[in-house]
């Protein structure tokens, strides 16, 4: 069984950065791929990250060189710093897990954090 728990969202200015994390429970959390979705007010949910199992990584364009997913296996713990946000950046955050290997975990979500950037 996975839980998880995001944290670290905030409000920050155009350029600014943040760092989420995502904790995680369960046993098997070196075992499972970890993900970052976000859904902004009226779109849909949005994969950003991933960083699977063996620690191979994953970026939708848009934050292609600005994002970066890492995990800390000892402390079964997911984190995405965020480097030069932009307003379009604004959304929810949800960290995402599943079992193995694979591009986009769903097995598994937190309830995500607010993130919001203004110009």
């Known amino acids: 069984q996975v839980h998880l728990v995001e944290s670290g969202g905030g409000s920050v200015q155009a350029g600014g950065s943040l760092r989420l994390s995502c904790a995680t429970s369960g046993s098997i959390f070196s075992s499972n791929s970890m993900g970052w979705y976000r859904q902004a007010p009226g779109k849909q949910r949005e994969w950003v990250a991933t960083?699977?199992?063996?620690?191979?990584?994953m970026y939708v364009d848009s934050v292609t060189g600005r994002f970066t997913i890492s995990r800390d296996n000892a402390k079964r713990t997911v984190f995405l710093q965020m480097n030069g946000l932009k307003p379009e950046d604004t959304a929810v955050y949800y960290c995402?897990?599943?079992?193995?290997?694979?591009?986009?975990?769903?097995?598994?979500w937190g309830q995500g954090t607010q993130v919001t950037v203004s110009s």
């Open positions: 960083i699977t199992s063996g620690g191979r990584t």
């Open positions: 995402a897990a599943a079992w193995g290997s694979i591009s986009f975990p769903r097995d598994y």
